[in-house]
C-alpha cells in the first residue's frame, strides 16, 4: 500500500469517526441528510422512468411508420407488376422488404422496452413505498425526540435545582416569614393590649382609692 492509499484511508476513516459523532449527537439531523440523498435518488429515477416512457413511445411511432412504409411499397410494387415495369417492382419489393425487417427490429425493441419500462416503474413505485416509510419513520422519530426534550427541559425545571423549585422553597421560606411576621405581630398586640389594660387598672384603681380617702 503506498503513501497516497494510506493517507485515503486515514481520511476516510476520519470522515466515518466523524458521522458516527455527529448520530451520537442528532441522530435526526444524519436521518434528514440521508432522507434528502433518497429523494434525489427517486427523483432521478422518476426522470429515467419517464425517459424510458419517451423512448417507448419513439418506437411504437417507428414501428406503426415502417409498417405503413412496407405496405404503401407492396401496393406500389402491385402496380408497377400489372403495368409491367420491372424496375419500379423490384424496386418496389425490396423498399417493402426492408420496411418489414426494420418493422420486425422494432417490434423486438418495444417488446423489450416495455419490459424494461414495467420493471423500472416497478421499482421506482417500491422506492417511492420505501421513502414514504422513512419519511413516516422520520416523523415518529421527531415525535419521540421532542417528548423526550420536554421531559428533559421538565424535569430539568421541576428538579431540585429547577427554578420551580427553588420558586417552591422561596415560597415555602415566605409563608415561614410570614408566619414568623404574624407571630410577632400577635405577640406585639398581646402584649400592648396587656399593657392597656393594666394601666387602666392602675388608673381605676388610683381614682377608687382617691375617692375612699376623701
Known amino acids: 500500500m503506498n503513501v497516497f492509499e494510506r493517507i485515503k484511508n486515514t481520511i476516510t476513516a476520519d470522515v466515518h469517526e466523524l458521522l458516527d459523532q455527529k ?49 404503401k411499397r407492396a401496393h406500389q410494387a402491385e402496380l408497377a407488376q400489372q403495368v409491367n415495369e420491372q424496375e419500379l417492382y423490384q424496386f418496389a419489393i425490396q423498399e ?33 413505498h420505501k421513502l414514504k416509510d422513512m419519511q413516516i419513520k422520520r416523523m415518529e422519530l421527531m415525535g419521540r425526540e421532542n417528548v423526550a426534550r420536554a421531559h428533559q427541559k421538565m424535569d430539568r425545571i421541576l428538579g431540585s435545582e429547577g427554578p420551580l423549585k427553588k ?40 381614682k377608687q382609692d382617691s375617692s375612699t380617702s376623701v
Do not use: G, I
Open 167 to 206: 420558586s417552591v422553597f422561596r415560597f415555602e421560606e415566605l409563608e415561614q416569614y410570614m408566619d414568623r411576621l404574624e407571630q410577632k405581630v400577635n405577640e406585639h398586640y398581646f402584649a400592648s393590649s396587656m399593657e392597656s389594660k393594666l394601666a387602666k387598672l392602675e388608673k381605676d384603681w388610683k
Open 96 to 128: 417493402k422488404a426492408q420496411h418489414e425487417t426494420r418493422a420486425n427490429q422494432l417490434k423486438e425493441s418495444t417488446a423489450q422496452a416495455e419490459k424494461d419500462l414495467a420493471e423500472m416503474e416497478q421499482k421506482y413505485e417500491q422506492m417511492k
Open 23 to 71: 448520530e451520537d449527537k442528532n441522530p435526526l439531523s444524519l436521518l434528514n441528510q440521508y432522507l434528502r440523498q433518497c429523494e434525489q435518488e427517486v427523483n432521478k429515477t422518476r426522470k429515467l422512468v419517464e425517459r424510458q416512457q419517451l423512448l417507448l413511445d419513439q418506437f411504437r411511432r417507428e414501428v406503426k411508420e415502417a409498417e405503413e412504409k412496407a405496405v
